[in-house]
């Protein structure tokens, strides 16, 4: 069992930053593959990055790359989502999610599934405002 928590949202201007955190519990030591996802209102939820277990690997989504940063150090620390230049359209409610289980993903498409993700957390909500 793992538990996912994510922290760092919240309200910002257009053009600015916010770091979204995602700490996970339950199996010390290990580490996942991880990805972040996002629902904005009246939308369904919608793929934004993920990272391998080791960082080698990092996938974007389009309407996030160059934006966007995922990154992890180790398992002791939280996999992280950078989010610079922020837009209007950015604003949703985030979720980060882990896999765990199952054959380990080989390609982007695999990544951005989320039936591939077996815990999730809760979600922080972020707020660009124009």
């Known amino acids: 069992q793992v538990q996912l928590v994510e922290s760092g949202g919240g309200l910002v201007q257009a053009g600015g930053s916010l770091r979204l955190s995602c700490a996970a519990s339950?199996?010390?030591?290990?580490?996942?593959?991880v990805g972040w996802f996002r629902q904005a209102p009246g939308k369904e939820r919608e793929f934004v990055a993920a990272i391998t277990w080791n960082g080698g690997n990092t996938y974007y989504a389009d309407s996030v790359k160059g934006r966007f940063t995922i990154s992890r150090d180790n398992a002791k620390n939280p996999v992280y989502l950078q989010m610079n230049s922020l837009k209007p359209e950015d604003t949703a409610i985030y979720y980060c999610?882990?896999?765990?289980?199952?054959?380990?993903?080989?390609?982007?498409?695999?990544?951005?599934?989320?039936?591939?993700?077996?815990?999730w957390g809760q979600g922080t909500r972020v707020t660009v405002s124009s």
């Open positions: 339950g199996r010390p030591g290990s580490m996942f593959p």
């Open positions: 999610a882990a896999q765990l289980w199952g054959p380990s993903c080989s390609n982007s498409g695999c990544y951005e599934n989320q039936n591939h993700y077996d815990y």
